[in-house]
């Protein structure tokens, strides 16, 4: 190592560097750096790679090791990614804490702690690596033990360590995907940085039990190792010229390990862009399609689909559905919103014709399902998620359909998804609530300043008195109606009115109860009068202040979504507190069937979200 070095030697010396200086060589102890020297940094020997502050941002700055030959200065490691130095920050040595990074009043941002004692130095070494180490040059602490997201040459991680991606492009500051050789030898890359569980690998070595070590060596080969040296796992390759390249290995921000490499000189090897240019494979191949997990967003966030880029690296792009629009218009990883009100699941204001599917072919949302039905046909699949509130996707497979709610997860569109999604969204965005408030409002307004009129005035009195008889003669009326035989809905869905006593006949006083739900309980009864002898009554659960009007509304409701695939309703009851549905019985099926059916759920549980 002694040769990589150019030994300028500041014994004692407290820096500060002049402006602008760039220093080689190994640093005792005092202030390294601070932001204020602008540009400057410590130099490897070869100055092909610096240590020191770059800018972020306004005022804000990172303190990285970078290629600093390269035009683009790629930063192959960060100190503070998640807590970004304030101007007039320095970075000192000290000897008991290592490197320790401070705002201008002195609190510490971050340190490297020592695993030792005796520091003598800090030194840039032209492989890449920063160590602080002891007179004998044994390493205290170096940065290619603390890796951030980059692996270069002659690094060599053991058992146990960790290579975070950050958050996106240009933030630092740790991301959700995390790639380990986990302390039982097997070599993982996981969707998330919070307590991974096994289960949840989006690719692995399962090398458990004799993985030991993790190289990137000399020859641009990434590889694991058993513990005497054989190699275990080729993870990637490059095949170029190790002294004309650089080379670098990234878990990048969208979770793909890639490994790079970049001319040294504009001529070295002809046919070579001046730029990074990917080599090997990406690992894993397609993240879109790889992850598949219960909990967590997948490749892209919350209700988006992935999708890989066809540009030389195949980037995996994060797409909304259509009437979605991303959360964070700054990071497409971030996931979408809809950008219409969600279904309404209040039945007195029956939404289904407000809304409309979208189809998406090679489309899925795996592991966001809540309800499956089998041997159905695309439209039964589309009135299913229409009518059901907490349908957001439906997805439709060789006469399956799988209903989908939000927020949706591990979305992709991929030629090997051979179902096709339907997307609802509402088609006349502004809704009847937010015009509803809207009227209200104003109305209010207007009752204000006519109100105020009328009161200054005599005729109030007369109108007052008027009112008064008005509502007295409206309560009559409507104690009456709760007496009367009620409502004339639409004959043409052929719906039969049941007296209450009828009913509490068929199902000998609601004896045998077939199954319960928020909404009702339903009773197994028999209808003399009819063909279809069997029916099921639904008890609704009593609403006070539910109007006639919103249970016949209702009830149409019910009535217009009639399918042939669907419970039949026959009609009802509306009597004073009495309301009642009444629908056909499957004979054909049990009664399992009926109300929890694994092949074709119950119109009386699809119904439910409905009421
Ligand atoms: C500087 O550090 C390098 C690497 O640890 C070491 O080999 C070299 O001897 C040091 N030079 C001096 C003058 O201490
Ligand atoms: C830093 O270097 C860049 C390019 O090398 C230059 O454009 C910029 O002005 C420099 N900034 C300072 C503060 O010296
Ligand atoms: C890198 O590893 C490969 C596989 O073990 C080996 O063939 C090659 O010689 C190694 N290169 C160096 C420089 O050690
Ligand atoms: C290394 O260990 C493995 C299994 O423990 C063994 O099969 C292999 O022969 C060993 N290689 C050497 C070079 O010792
Ligand atoms: C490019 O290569 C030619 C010969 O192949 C050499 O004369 C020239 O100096 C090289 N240029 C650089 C910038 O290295
Ligand atoms: C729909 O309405 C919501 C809320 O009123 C609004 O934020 C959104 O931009 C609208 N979407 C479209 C497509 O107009
Ligand atoms: C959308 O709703 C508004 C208000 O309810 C209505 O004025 C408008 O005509 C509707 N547009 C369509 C296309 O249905």
Request: glycine fraction near 8%; include cysteine; charged fraction near 20%.
């Amino acid at each position: 190592m002694a040769s990589v070095i150019l030994g300028i030697l500041l014994v004692l010396f407290p820096l500060p560097l002049s402006a602008k200086a760039q220093t080689r060589g190994n640093l005792t102890s005092g202030i390294l750096l601070t932001t204020n020297d602008g540009n400057s940094s410590l130099l490897s020997p070869s100055a092909e790679f610096a240590f020191g502050f770059r800018r972020m941002g306004r005022g804000a700055y990172l303190l990285a090791i970078w290629f600093e030959k390269i035009e683009d200065k790629t930063i192959v490691w960060s100190a503070n990614g998640g807590n970004l130095a304030p101007k007039g920050s320095k970075v000192q040595l000290t000897a008991d804490r290592g490197l320790v990074l401070a705002d201008p009043r002195g609190i510490k941002l971050w340190s490297s702690g020592l695993s030792g004692t005796g520091l003598a130095y800090a030194a840039m070494l032209d492989t890449g690596n920063f160590i602080l180490a002891r007179k004998d040059h044994g390493n205290l602490w170096d940065s290619f033990s603390q890796p951030t997201d980059t692996i270069l040459p002659t690094q060599q991680l053991g058992q146990g360590s960790k290579v975070n991606a950050r958050y996106s492009e240009t933030n630092y500051s740790p991301g959700r995907f995390l790639f380990t050789l986990q302390a039982d030898g097997n070599l993982v890359l996981y969707a998330t940085t919070s307590q991974p569980i096994s289960l949840d690998a989006y690719w692995a070595t399962d090398t458990a039990g004799i993985g030991f070590q993790w190289i990137y060596n000399q020859s641009g080969l990434v590889y694991l190792t058993l513990r005497n040296g054989t190699v275990l796992n080729i993870v990637t390759s490059s095949q170029v010229p190790m002294g004309e390249f650089y080379q670098r290995a990234i878990l990048e921000y969208d979770g793909v390990f890639r490994q790079y490499v970049h001319p040294k000189m504009a001529n070295s090897s002809s046919g070579w862009a001046m730029g990074w240019t990917m080599v090997s494979s990406p690992v894993p191949s397609n993240i879109c399609t790889r992850i598949k997990r219960d909990t967590g967003t997948g490749a892209c966030g919350f209700n988006s689909y992935c999708t890989l880029g066809d540009d030389m690296i195949q980037r995996p792009r994060c797409h909304c559905p259509p009437g979605y629009t991303l959360v964070d218009s700054t990071n497409e990883m971030n996931g979408c919103r809809p950008e219409f009100v969600l279904q309404s699941c209040d039945v007195s204001r029956p939404e289904k014709d407000q809304f409309a599917l979208s189809d998406m072919l090679n489309t899925d949302w795996p592991q966001s399902d809540y309800e499956v039905s089998l041997s159905v046909t695309e439209g039964w699949c589309r009135e299913a998620c229409l009518a059901d509130c907490f349908c957001a996707v439906a997805l439709f497979k060789d006469g399956t359909c799988w209903r989908k709610a939000i927020p949706l997860i591990n979305g992709r569109m991929d030629g090997s998804e051979s179902g096709k999604a339907l997307i609802k969204v509402r088609i006349n965005n502004s809704t009847s609530t937010s015009t509803g408030n809207g009227q209200k409002k104003s109305k209010n307004s207007t009752l204000v300043i006519i109100g105020s009129v009328l009161l200054s005035s005599s005729v109030f009195l007369y109108l007052l008195l008027l009112l008064i008889s008005y509502i007295v003669y409206k309560s009559f009326r409507s104690r009456d109606s709760k007496f009367s035989r009620p409502v004339q809905i639409n004959q043409a869905m052929r719906m039969r009115t049941f007296t209450y006593q009828e009913l509490q006949e068929a199902t000998d006083g609601f004896k045998e109860e077939l199954g319960r739900g928020a909404f009702g309980t339903v009773y197994k009864g028999v209808l003399e009068s009819e063909d279809t002898n069997f029916v099921a009554v639904k008890v609704l659960a009593t609403r006070t202040g539910e109007s006639e009007k919103e249970f016949e509304r209702e009830v149409s409701a019910i009535g217009q979504t009639n399918h042939k695939n669907l419970v039949r309703l026959l009609g009802f009851c509306n009597e004073g507190q009495h309301r009642l549905l009444v629908y056909e019985f499957m004979s054909n099926g049990s009664l399992a069937d009926f109300l929890f059916g694994s092949s074709r759920p119950s119109w009386y549980k699809r119904v439910e979200p409905q009421f």
